[in-house]
């Protein structure tokens, strides 16, 4: 009948409309059957309308049946509810809280998962965008050698299916060729990264992101300016006027707003543009991952880079140029597909030069542009998933804990229950009213989750961000999400409330009349409690793996200092100095930084030891000792005293010092393993290592300590070479400052010298090097701190959730105990006896979750370093925590129990 | 609101009883149903309008009867109900008890 009342109800317009026409069909057979009998027209039809009575009255009534009751009922049950929650509030409050925490925990990373996999780009019709990507096998041929149509790439290459690489990359021919296919695309543009340039306005310079734009492409992405015009097909071609869009955000900070903007004449490293548009606030180009400050015509990259990227447009197997197309209206991204992949195999044939390089041919492919491009979901969405099913081990310990409460409360409810039953009331009316009651519990908990949740989603965007200035995930809550916590929480209701509900309402009446209890609440009960003790291992486990992990990369050896420096980059070159004064110009600045009181040393280099993010060039072709090719070892471009600040043993001869310069003989350093590697026991000193590519021969003056260049994970010491900045041509460079106290104490002097030297220069990547280390494993930490609060949460639920069960069990054997007291059983053997019961609950519960743990651990395998999955001290870490935890829970309840008076306990049975 | 004189609440539920029992010999439309019920009465009958399509409506909420988009015999659009099993099952309890309680009240009055 509910059913039938339900599919009423949705279709509640479709049937009045029909009840309406059947009443009229009814006066309007009434009247002809009056006017057949004599009456005229109108007083039949008057008579018609006064035998039927009141027609809408009649209407009402009708429909009533169908409607009012189920509402009425549905105000009972919600007035019931709230006096039931009003009557027990320390449980109410307990489990309305508990829900809000899980609930909680788990809209906010379901918000972060919007923003990051499922949001659409800001532009109009964001559906039709398509991403023009390409997918080859691996380019190492059987003798690892690279044999691959793709001879250089200014971008990212990711791994796709089966051992494929997948890219967005394409020769600037690809772009062209591509561009005319306008049977499927009504616009394809192109773009690439062009990292970070000096914007300087009114002599003012600072670091900005820059993205290079082809003219089509604010046409294709359907986005208009705030002020002003943007960048079109006039102005992306060769000897057009240099002209540049800027953010919204860039405009207020530089220009004191849009208007103000427009017309304005910048430079852009040395080179003179005019500002011609503002886009609009929300508008952060196609990538989430990045919002660029400046947006510059394509071909104007030859301005600004210098005259040797010219070559990229004429160089078919130089991959840097990425696409994006908006498909005509009816064509679907396989018709695009189909009609393009054929034109781009044909193109890319051509470039092939061996059956090497044909038989590894990138394939067109075509991805949904909607959401911009994957880097961001690239990087976040497995740590996301992760993270979401902690959140929801979290949740589903909640809801088992709450369901227990509730079975609990039920049993004590079973009197009222049978009573209500056996004075008629249904058993579904009974269980529906029950499941009110959760459900109301289940969205209050999802309202107060709304709160934890905005707190929640900020102290995630700062974890994930770490510090990152330039972290551009817009978390937020809005409606789609909110819409999904409030599924959640009614799920959630009817999930803990169902089993009670059904239970309380068992049909044995009389048995509950009668107050004796059945064995199956408890039964019930008991299942709960395991299954949160497995859900709770599981989580402690978790965390103590990632607890190990992180602990296994702090105590990894680097090799050199991490505490008391600070680093910054500045970038010379962009600001117009060029070789052979450059050299003289960082040098100069160096001894400024090291006169800086409080400073013991100052050096620099072409990249920070940690990071990836490097501020400048270094050589990457071949390296060789004598005839031998040096393998796997990376080369960093030092200032002097590198060594000295970064507190790395020299083992042997000098660091690069002060007397390496233009024109003395060339030097390099290299590091114990190299050394050991390609000289064996023979002394390296004085002999030669040779960059082919340069064509220089280098003279090896001394030899350092390992250390670990480039992220902590990496293979344990790889080879090393310094050679000395003064001795290649820098471009931007990180200094590194050895100070004693805080470094960041030292920041203003350090800009100070900056603008005292070279106004145009603006001072970026300011950080310490402890904190950049900590970057590179930002994951780890946010993954060891969330999953220990997770666990401690579940841990505190489950203990909860025992506690209640075991405080229930011992109130029901009141009498018994009673009983055995009267009949001379001692203190401990009650104490025991309780105790027991915990502790068989605890053994099952870990003997079932050891192997779920095993089964499902590998799942968070790529997250851990030097951990395994099923590290067996770790495990029984969290058994022994769990099971101490347990007991102290237990504990309580034990205690109480062999305190019972047994006078009392009888009188009261 | 010209209530009439000879409606049929006398014996509660009894109008439901009359639909059923008129449906169970064919299908027919609302007007059908209060036009059968007054004639095989001889007049004596008279069902109430007002009356006549809660009754309906709870009929078919309960199951009992289904009403479907037809055609009457003068080519109206109308929805004709027609009795479902459980409906007809429902008519013979209800003429049991109907006959019982007649009966009854039959000895009730024979008695005095």
Redesign the interface.
Known sequence: MLIRRLKYWLNSAKHSEALREEMELHLAEKTAELQADGMTAECARAEARRRFGNLSLTQEQSREIWITRFWSELGQDIRYGFRTMIANKAFSAVAVLSLALGIGANTAIYSLMESILLRSLPVADPGSLVVLNWHSRPPQNSNRQWEHVIHGVQGILWPGDKGTMVSGMFPYGAFETLRKESSVFSTVFGYFNGLHHNLAVRGQATSVSTEYVTGEYFRGLAVSPVAGRLIDSEDDRPGAAPVAVISFATSLHRFGGPPNAVGQSILVDDTPFTVIGVATPEFFGVDPETAPDLYLPLHTNVLVDGAGSARMYGDENFYWIEMMGRLRPGVSMAQAEAALAPRFHQWVSATASTDGERARLPALILNPGAAGLGSLRRKYSKPLYVLLMMAGLILAITCANIANLLLARAAARRREMAVRLSLGAGRFRVVRQLLTESVMLASLGGAVAVLFAIWGVRSLTFLFANGQENFTLRAELNWNVLGATAALSVVCGLLFGLAPAIQSTHPDVTLALKNVGGGGPRRAQHVLVVAQIVFSFLLLAAAGLFVRTLNKLHSVQLGYARENILLFSLDARQAGHRDPEITAFYTDLRKRFESIPGVSSATLSDASIISADRAGKTYRGTIKVSAVTVLGASVLTTGPRFLTTMQIPILAGREIDDHDQPGSPPVAVISERLARTYFGNEDPLGRRITFLDDKRDLEIVGVSGNLRYGGLKNEESPMTVFVAVSQFSPDGMTYALRTTGNPLMYVRSVEEIVREADSRIPVTKVVTQAVEIDRTISQEITFAKLCTGFAVLALLIACVGLYGTVCYNVERQVGEIGIRMALGAQRGAVLWMVLRRVLLLAAVGLATSVPAALSTFWLVKSFLFETQPNDPGTLALAAVVLLSAMMLAGYAPARRASRIDPLAALRHE | ???KPQKNDSLPGSLDMLILRTLSRGDL???GI?QFIQQSSDNELLV???SL??A???L????WID?V?GV?SNH????IYEITAAGRKQLAVETRKYSKLTLAIARVMGAE
């Open positions: 609101m010209g209530r439309h609302g007007y209060v109430e309008e007002g399509y809660p309906l409506q709870r078919e909420l309960n199951g009403g988009w009457t109206r659009r109308a929805r």
